[in-house]
């Protein structure tokens, strides 16, 4: 069986699109647990309105800590595999069918990831983001996720139990803590990449916050010390990883016209990699603005 975790915050309606997605998968042996981040709306309401055995809900005062949520789903678990999905994003139809059938056929391997069609509203932004299509490829994805070359969307992930045993939980002290997992999933178990779009991933106005970027920056750097601590990656790949995040919160404070902010990620930046022109004009921008006013 697998066992479905989806968490949600205030997605009454989204949630419903998530949740039928997963109920109408060919695939029918699991159950999917709801684990709700405190919803002051109808979420409630309306998810125990679904006669379906399959699904547990379980309400939790809000946190805004993902990673405890899904933690709590984990104990709850009953399947040999895990799958996750975000309350804004949905399933293609197959997506579980295709992916468990990976997992059996490759024992080998300790997860599964799929690509993915970003959209908005009623229009596509990316149809794909992989640039391999239309075949399967096992093998691990480490060392291209350690330079910034390969991205694990969360909500296409499914993964063996078992793995559990071997990375840990969420770190639950970060408010997501999925780049972290999935950093050190990679680094212990290789990969079944499905390159076909098995997931629609939804962008609205509220998960394109402006906190959202400076979180996931933050938890960027945290993981990157934490693998360079336990000798997963050298210290090339922490500083390169420090220099990136510090640069780009540093142009993010500045388009928001904090300067101090952002003159000091810009130097923590060039302290990782002295040598940024990028960062060190935005730097002297901060002293010396452009014409308008705002740092270019």
Not at 43 to 69: C, E, M, V
Not at 133 to 153: D, S, W
Request: proline content about 3%; hydrophobic content about 35%.
């Amino acid at each position: 069986m697998v066992s479905i975790i989806l968490p949600t915050f205030n997605r009454a309606s989204l949630v419903m699109e998530s949740i039928q997605s997963v109920l109408e998968q060919s695939y029918r042996d699991f159950e999917l647990i709801i684990i709700d981040d405190g919803s002051a709306d109808d979420t409630k309401a309306r998810i125990n309105s679904i006669q379906d055995d399959r699904i547990r809900y379980y309400w939790f005062p809000h946190s805004g800590y993902t990673g405890r949520l899904k933690n709590f789903a984990l104990q709850q678990a009953q399947g040999e595999l895990i799958a996750f999905i975000d309350s804004d994003d949905m399933w293609k139809p197959g997506k579980l069918e295709q992916q468990v059938s990976l997992l059996n056929e490759n024992p080998s391997i300790g997860f599964s990831i799929t690509d993915v069609t970003t959209f908005k509203a009623d229009i596509i932004l990316i149809d794909h983001s992989y640039q391999l299509q239309h075949t399967i490829q096992c093998t691990n994805i480490f060392e291209q996720m350690k330079e910034n070359r390969f991205l694990v969307y969360p909500s296409t992930l499914i993964l063996r139990k078992s793995c559990f045993e071997t990375t840990g939980y969420f770190d639950e002290s970060m408010l997501s803590g999925d780049f972290h997992f999935n950093m050190r999933l990679a680094y212990h178990f290789d990969a079944g990449i499905i390159y076909e779009t098995m997931l629609w991933r939804r962008v609205h106005d509220s998960n394109m916050s402006e906190q959202i970027p400076f979180e996931n920056y933050g938890e960027f750097v945290d993981t990157f010390d934490f693998l360079y601590n336990s000798k997963m990656v050298g210290k090339k790949y922490q500083r390169q990883a420090r220099s990136i995040a510090f640069y780009k919160m540093g142009k993010m404070y500045a388009s928001l016209g904090n300067t101090k902010k952002a003159r000091h990620h810009f130097l923590v930046s060039l302290k990782n990699k002295l040598y940024n022109p990028p960062c060190i004009y935005h730097l002297l921008n901060t002293w010396f603005p452009s014409k308008n006013g705002t740092p270019a």
